[in-house]
């Protein structure tokens, strides 16, 4: 379709979409304050779209782009909100001029991909006018961002660009872990200590490299046999069944599979000092198991502090900083993790809320300014 009739569909929906989705009506369901959110519905393409943009305060919101087939839209919904906070927090404490922003495409990422859909999507994402950047997320590919990067600059994560985030992030969380290391044994190494990682995918195959040159005693799980066992023999670890991680005798949980694996159910099995991963939200409620880590005395490194090597790629892909240089961004990652640790301990919070607070108050900041 012609550029400027596809312009004219989107002005339409627009006036519809606004009032489908107020900024007022969102904070009274969800009292999350988002500036603006954007249905993105695209009938030639079948694009069923959500755009959530939580905040513009420290720049232009930036979140990668999620296709999941969700069991109803209310949950698509429930999961941009949340996940495009979550992108404000990591973008602010990382100190990253950006926002915070996330969409999901609604839809079976294995069967109802086209480059018309992502076309459609790009479209929506050129008519917030820079406001919102995506990047990839789960069930979406650099090469599906070619299609959407016809329609918008507003991209980052395009194939031969700074490519896959994850070996930065991988550095990052290996960071956050030395600096937890400091503060529950008295020194960052690593020599030695038993980590357990959960998954051993993009991420987490980077991170037991670095473990494995620090002579780190490593277990291994995750449900891909022959992943496991690719990574257990090239690093030599041991390996156990996925449900028998929690019980392995360790030092450091790594959880690098999927979220809330920090629960009422696993923090009993486990007789870990740290918790340090790259997989997002591992506390099941932040609230309870934050407290209940503490009062146990396991330091958890929060998980959007660590991880947020992902997010600094894509940044140093839009300011076209070198490689070293987004390394060094990771590297920094040490000291903010010791600064929230310190913050933790001084006011007797859990690390989790901490790393709120830190956040939180960089936003302020900002918004004052
Ligand atoms: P990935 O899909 O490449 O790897 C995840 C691995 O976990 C897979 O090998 C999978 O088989 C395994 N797994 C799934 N369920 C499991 C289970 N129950 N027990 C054991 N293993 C299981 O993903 P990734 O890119 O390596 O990301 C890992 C985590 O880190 C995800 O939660 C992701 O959201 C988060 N994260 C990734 C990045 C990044 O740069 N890739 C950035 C920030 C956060």
Redesign the pocket.
């Known amino acids: 379709m012609h550029t400027f009739e596809r312009s004219l569909k989107i002005m339409d929906k627009q006036s519809d979409l606004i009032k489908n989705s107020s900024a007022n009506q969102l904070t009274d369901l969800f009292g999350m304050n988002h500036e603006k959110v954007l249905i993105c519905q695209d009938k030639d393409s079948g694009l069923k779209a959500i755009i959530a943009i939580h905040s513009t305060t420290c720049g232009p919101a930036l979140g990668g782009t999620r296709m999941w087939k969700y069991a109803s839209d209310m949950d698509a919904l429930k999961d941009v909100l949340r996940l495009s906070r979550g992108m404000s927090y990591k973008n602010a404490i990382s100190g990253l001029n950006l926002g915070g922003g996330k969409a999901v495409i609604i839809g079976d990422s294995k069967t109802q991909k086209s480059a018309n859909l992502f076309r459609a999507f790009g479209d929506f994402i050129e008519s917030l006018n820079g406001d919102y950047i995506t990047s990839e997320d789960?069930g979406i590919s650099p090469d599906d961002m070619i299609h959407v990067a016809k329609q918008t600059k507003h991209v980052t994560g395009l194939p031969g660009k700074k490519g896959d985030?994850?070996p930065?992030?991988a550095f990052g969380v290996y960071m956050g872990m030395k600096a937890a290391a400091k503060s529950q044994f008295g020194n960052d190494s690593l020599q030695g200590k038993k980590i357990a990682v959960?998954?051993?995918?993009?991420?987490?195959e980077y991170l037991v490299e670095y473990l494995h040159k620090e002579g780190a005693n490593i277990t291994l799980?995750?449900?891909?046999d022959s992943?496991l066992s690719k990574v257990s023999k090239r690093f030599n670890c041991n390996i156990v069944n996925?449900d028998e991680?929690y019980d392995v005798d360790m030092d450091i949980y790594a959880p690098?599979?999927?979220?809330a694996t920090v629960n009422d159910s696993t923090i009993p099995r486990m007789n870990c000092s740290i918790i340090a991963g790259?997989?997002?939200n591992q506390l099941e409620n932040e609230n309870i198991h934050g407290s209940v880590l503490m009062n146990k005395g396991v330091l958890y490194a929060p998980d959007y502090l660590i991880?947020a090597?992902?997010v600094m790629n894509c940044y140093a892909e839009l300011h076209d900083f070198s490689n070293e240089k987004v390394m060094q961004m990771a590297e920094n990652i040490y000291q903010t993790t010791a600064e929230i640790i310190n913050h933790s301990k001084n006011n007797n919070i859990p690390t989790f809320l901490a790393a709120n607070q830190k956040a939180e108050e960089r936003l302020k900041k900002e918004s004052s300014k």
């Open positions: 789960v985030p994850s930065v992030t959960q998954g051993v995918g993009h991420v987490g799980t995750d449900i891909n992943l996925p991680i690098c599979a999927l979220g790259a997989a997002n991880n090597g992902g």
